[in-house]
């Protein structure tokens, strides 16, 4: 049984581009949420995706955007990078209607430079 | 959001039981507590869970007392590989199916030392 997937594992990118991070949720789970950890912080709520639909967001602006599929799996994109953005991005998973235990995977290192 | 206070720091001797107690005084009735370990570079990883009173699995419990307003992680025996950064968070539901989120705060850096 596969646990959450993320890729890729590291990125770098220059500032002003654009990138997309992918996850793939656990076998059974249909809730996908995103967060962003900066160095030496806790992870902090971007959005979650449930059903196809973004349901709930953090405080992040419009530059972040997602996507979930009808498999469940779901991308991060992330437009006009700053430098700031570098971080780790961390995906979560859980069975959304009985917002049972929410497993993370091991997240995408993105490096803006 | 549900905001959580917990020490920045621990230390402890390998052998020994830890304890980290965690704040959490606008809890809603419907929230519930959730600890997760994360080592260096990696993600977080579940512990434990639970609403009210005593839950216990094979690495943990967690202590909740009635007002729910605190709760306490006790690690029994640990050993070096449980240094790491422990979080303690209040799982809250949205308005809608699929709507909750969970609200990270600074965490504690456990070290245990030989």
């Known amino acids: 049984d596969a646990g959450v997937t993320q890729s890729p594992t590291h990125l770098i990118k220059t500032r002003g581009q654009q990138v997309t991070l992918r996850c793939s949720p656990k076998?059974?789970?249909?809730?996908v949420s995103w967060y962003q950890q900066a160095l030496g912080q806790g992870p902090q709520f971007i959005f979650q995706?449930?059903?196809?639909?973004?349901?709930q967001r953090g405080n992040f602006p419009d530059r972040f955007s997602g996507h979930q599929f009808p498999n469940y799996s779901s991308e991060l994109n992330v437009n006009a990078l700053l430098l700031g953005d570098s971080a780790l991005y961390l995906c979560?998973?859980?069975?959304?209607?009985?917002?049972?235990?929410?497993?993370f995977g091991e997240g995408s290192w993105l490096t803006v430079v | 959001l549900a905001k959580t206070t917990q020490p920045i720091s621990m230390d402890s001797y390998e052998g020994q039981e830890v304890n980290i107690t965690c704040s959490h005084n606008?809890?809603?009735?419907?929230?519930?507590i959730t600890w997760y370990q994360q080592f260096p570079s990696q993600g977080p990883r579940f512990i434990i869970q639970?609403?009210?009173t005593k839950v216990t699995n094979e690495v943990a419990s967690l202590f909740i007392p009635a007002d729910r307003k605190s709760s306490t992680l006790s690690l029994p025996r640990v050993s070096l590989s449980d240094t790491a950064v422990y979080y303690c968070?209040?799982?809250?539901?949205?308005?809608?199916?699929?709507?909750?989120?969970?609200?990270f705060g600074k965490g504690t850096k456990l070290s245990v030392i030989p």
């Open positions: 968070l209040v799982a809250r539901r949205g308005s809608g199916a699929g709507s909750y989120q969970l609200t």
């Open positions: 995706y449930y059903e196809e639909e973004e349901r």
């Open positions: 979560a998973s859980s069975l959304g209607s009985s917002g049972n235990t929410i497993y």
């Open positions: 606008n809890i809603a009735t419907n929230d519930y």
């Open positions: 076998s059974g789970h249909d809730t």
């Open positions: 639970g609403y009210k």
